[in-house]
């Protein structure tokens, strides 16, 4: 295996099980040999697990994080956790604000709090690169100052420092700020920018960008998933109130649009349209790789090449209009609150 099971955590608690990260992340947990509590509210589907559902290793719970006794269920016998659940970009955040804060925020430290309580040994919070907000410099580190933009940004940076507060010695913490998430999973996204365009270009064979020097940072999902793997192995000194970008290739989007044209097919036409968004970022992941000795294995050509794959397959069905692969759809049509 390429990474080694850490025998002291036992049970780990993966929240936001059943999302786009999650649904690849539990049977990576699960063929590394982890007893796996799979929490999530399942909007998208109880499903997403598929031959998994059934493993000696794998609890499902469904419920609430906003709900105390609900996360002391799925805290039982566990002895990490591993926090993706949230309401996952701005657009969704901003159709309900009240209750984007009450999953992003205000559950955060009773969750933390009854982590401890628990005995969790490992709590790894799953931020975002968005903290840093818009940058100069050409690569942003680490050390550059946090300065979040919007709300969804703001309180995953406020959850940061309440979680480096409660950091303590049986207690290790570690913060990881993922690039914009790409490829496929089983809880399927297309709502991401290149699984936009390899969506789009599939079906419409057009796709519009708009401006198109921007610099964008993304990462496979497969590669965000064996981050966590490697955070769980490591020795607790190199991750402990430590924070990690987790991102890998920095591409312009007019370059992710050339490189899904050429995986799709020439006939594909590409757009370009002016924009007032001329954000443009870098974010460097040299850390992750020295401290931790994590390399990406999967490029975002694999990403955009694995997802046309299971286009043309019809593994992902209904794809332009399912609310199953968009959040703030879905979230529409369930009047959640």
């Known amino acids: 295996m390429e990474f ?42 109880d499903d997403v697990f598929g031959d998994y559902k059934d493993h000696k290793l794998l609890s499902i719970v469904s419920g609430d994080l906003r709900n105390l006794n609900d996360v002391k269920t799925a805290l039982s ?5 591993i926090h993706l659940a949230c309401i996952s970009n701005d657009p969704s955040f901003d159709l309900n604000p009240e209750l984007g804060k009450s999953i992003n925020l205000d559950c955060f430290e009773p969750l933390v709090k009854q982590s401890k309580i628990a005995g969790v040994k490992r709590f790894v919070y799953a931020s975002s690169s968005s903290v840093y907000g818009i940058k100069e410099q050409p690569n ?44 496929y999973s089983p809880r399927q996204r297309l709502d991401v920018v290149v699984n936009i365009l390899t969506n789009l270009a599939f079906n419409k064979r057009e796709i519009t960008i708009f401006g198109g020097d921007q610099l964008r940072p993304n990462i496979h999902v497969i590669d965000m998933c064996r981050i966590y793997l490697r955070v769980l192995e490591c020795n607790s000194e190199l991750i402990d109130g430590e924070a990690f970008n987790a991102g890998y290739q920095n591409h312009s989007v007019k370059e992710l649009a050339n490189m899904v044209q050429k995986a799709v097919g020439p006939d594909v036409k590409i757009k370009k349209q002016a924009t ?49 692969y968009f959040n703030n759809k879905r979230m529409q049509e369930l009047n959640i609150k």
Not at 6 to 16: D, H, P, S
Not at 157 to 174: G, R
């Open 140 to 183: 942003v580190t680490e050390q550059d100052a946090l300065d979040p933009l919007t709300d969804y940004s703001r309180f995953k940076a406020d959850c940061e420092q309440i979680l480096l507060a409660h950091k303590s010695p049986n207690f290790v913490t570690t913060i990881i700020r993922p690039a914009t998430v790409c490829g």
């Open 276 to 324: 007032d968004d001329n954000r443009s970022y870098h974010v460097s992941s040299e850390k992750i790789q020295t401290v931790l000795g994590f390399k990406p294995i999967m490029t975002i050509e694999d990403a955009v090449v694995g997802l046309l794959e299971k286009l043309e397959a019809g593994a992902l069905p209904n794809s332009l209009d399912s609310t199953l």
């Open 4 to 45: 080694d099971k850490n025998e002291e955590l036992g049970r780990i608690l993966v929240t936001g099980a059943g999302g786009y990260v999650g649904s690849s992340l539990v049977p990576m947990l699960l063929d590394h040999g982890y007893e796996v509590c799979a929490f999530d509210t399942y909007w998208y589907g």
């Open 77 to 81: 016998g566990c002895g990490a956790v």
